[in-house]
């Protein structure tokens, strides 16, 4: 069975500093990843995805991700972050199941919140 | 734009009602996911659908069933709510592109359901 982990429910950061948000996953076939941003009173949002090719995908936002397979991570980083940026973000693997079938499964959501 | 649009926004029942929570994509979408989200627990999934009449349990089902007679349309069913099915209620939606098993989600607004 699938599931992922995120390993840190609240992230709290200065405005400009780094942030690095953890995810792991399990699954025993191939995945794509998927991270996802939910800003305060809305819904969800794709932020960034790996289906295939280079393991380092990037936001418009200057968010980046990098796939590694062999330690089943996906973690989010941001050189600088905004208060803008202040909003509960969610890791999400996809599993192959049938044709034309995937089984989406979320993390816990890690709450990121940027201190002026 | 693809809009996956949920019934309500704001439900409360009463505990022992049968509850349906409809959603309706229009995008052609082959693959649609219920999940209830809470506070530190993520999103959970609760059952998906890969095409009309088709579904899968996800890792939730208890206490739910759904219903896809129609492609753009999946339901979810409470069959005797109780107060501990008060939560967000978010459907989503997937399509199958060339290559791939599927791709990103696209969230419907959620409906948040009290039982009482």
């Known amino acids: 069975a699938q599931s992922v982990t995120q390993l840190d429910s609240q992230v709290p950061v200065f405005e400009e500093a780094p942030v690095e948000l953890r995810c792991n996953y399990s699954s025993s076939v191939s995945v794509y990843l998927f991270w996802y941003v939910q800003y305060p009173n809305q819904g969800l949002q794709l932020l960034l995805k790996?289906?295939?090719?280079?393991?380092l995908v990037k936001s418009i936002n200057g968010f980046e991700a990098e796939f590694n397979k062999s330690q089943t991570s996906f973690h989010l980083r941001k050189p600088s972050v905004h208060i803008s940026d202040t909003a509960e973000y969610f890791c999400a693997v996809s599993s192959f199941l049938i044709q034309g079938a995937q089984k989406l499964v979320f993390g816990q959501g890690t709450r990121l919140t940027i201190n002026p | 734009d693809v809009k996956v649009t949920q019934s309500s926004r704001y439900l409360v029942k009463r505990t022992g009602e049968k509850v349906f929570l409809e959603c309706v994509q229009d995008?052609?979408?082959?693959?649609m996911f219920w999940y209830r989200q809470d506070p530190g627990l993520g999103l959970r999934l609760i059952y998906f659908?890969?095409?009309?009449?088709?579904?899968e349990k996800g890792d939730i089902p208890e206490g739910y069933s759904v219903s896809r007679e129609k492609k753009e349309r999946f339901s979810l069913i409470l069959e005797s709510a109780s107060t501990n099915q008060t939560s967000m209620y978010l459907c989503?939606?997937?399509?199958?592109?060339?290559?791939?098993?599927?791709?990103?989600?696209?969230f419907g607004q959620g409906t948040r359901l009290t039982v009482v």
């Open positions: 989503a939606s997937s399509f199958v592109s060339a290559g791939t098993w599927g791709t990103e989600a696209f």
């Open positions: 790996y289906l295939s090719g280079s393991t």
């Open positions: 659908s890969y095409d009309v009449k088709m579904k």
């Open positions: 995008m052609d979408h082959e693959n």
